[in-house]
């Protein structure tokens, strides 16, 4: 495998991910497949070059909601295919789209159809990646919205524990969000990273994080 990155599949069918992963090594890509939410963002060092996600997941988070999480921490421009077996209508795949998918495909899948549309996905994500730099993107728009919102967190004196309690996700999930930071910003520390964020204004002294709201 080279250093292009991580496709993530995500899907209970046993069939469809060992399709979905092929696809991935087909494309030189490594894999990590896993058949539920809760194990999606396990041990992912990094964004994930792509993201193959099942609708219908098994457990308390659908592939919608998993989509969003992976938006979230890692950024809008992270590519997510949705595959549905039941959800399949225009309207679901309309919907599916509105909500940030970048492609909708139905169950069972043609593999070289999936080889395809990955292809597309990876090509558009590297050309928006391109652009981005030709047009001089500040460390702002490089940390993603969960990682400016962990790092307003930390500077203003919560632990690890208590931004996973804040955030409602496992400390290990943090840890990783503040590894990405440390590594975004070119620091050692998570004390360098707080002194970083105020230089360059990436957290308001007036900040209290108190808008967030804490599980009962």
Do not use: C, W
Not at 8 to 32: E, F, I, M, N, T
Not at 158 to 187: D, M, W
């Amino acid at each position: 495998m080279d250093a292009r990155g991580t496709i993530l599949v995500v899907d209970h069918d046993k069939g469809a991910r060992a399709a979905a992963v092929a696809v991935a090594r087909r494309l030189d890509y490594a894999v990590r497949a896993v058949a539920n939410a809760d194990l999606a963002l396990d041990e992912l060092e990094a964004a994930p070059a792509l993201a193959i996600v099942e609708v219908e997941l098994p457990g308390a988070s659908s592939g919608l909601e998993l989509m969003q999480e992976l938006h979230g921490a890692y950024g809008s421009d992270v590519p997510v295919i949705l595959v549905s077996a039941e959800r399949i209508e225009p309207l679901d795949r309309v919907a599916g789209l509105l909500l940030g998918a970048d492609d909708y495909i139905a169950k069972p899948f043609d593999r070289g159809e999936l080889l395809a549309r990955v292809r597309r996905s990876l090509s558009r994500s590297r050309a928006a990646a391109r652009n981005g730099a030709e047009n001089g993107e500040t460390t702002e728009t490089v940390l993603s919205p969960r990682e400016l919102e962990i790092l307003a967190l930390l500077a203003h004196g919560l632990g690890q524990a208590e931004i996973a309690e804040r955030l409602v996700v496992s400390p290990k999930t943090v840890g990783t969000h503040i590894q990405h930071i440390l590594s975004k910003l070119n620091v050692h520390s998570r004390a360098q990273a707080v002194a970083e964020a105020y230089r360059l204004g990436l957290v308001s002294p007036d900040f209290s994080g108190h808008s967030l709201p804490v599980p009962a």
